[in-house]
């Protein structure tokens, strides 16, 4: 028997790569990592994720509204990668040809504090 292949979807605290290309303005532009925020069924069914941009430019070790995570992926060895709580996006993964990033999730103490610091911004709970 043939043991059937799942295909990758993302799913909530998982790393991404995305194209944010077209961009607009000051919007970020060019492939970033981005932390997904959204479950796995909603990305799966609506080929859409909800997400945070990601990123190490070092001016956001000041930001309020930005969680160093860890060292940043290959690309960027010794830097500090940041998640940018106040500029939460959507976009559709499948096409953009999004792809698992190589820190593939982050721990789930910095996780709680990057949703910590979202719900100041939007107050959801």
Known sequence: MV????????NRQDVIWIDCNPQRGQEMRD?????????KVFNEQTSLFIGLPMT??????????????????????????????HQPKSFDWRLRSSTPYPMKRIPDTRFAEVLAVLNQIVQLA
């Open 31 to 39: 492939v970033h990592p981005f932390l997904v925020l959204s479950p």
């Open 56 to 85: 190490t430019a070092a001016y956001n070790a000041d930001n309020p509204f930005a969680v160093a995570v860890s060292a940043a992926g290959e690309r960027k060895a010794g830097q500090t990668s940041y998640v940018l709580c």
């Open 3 to 10: 043991k059937a292949v799942e295909a990758w979807a993302p």
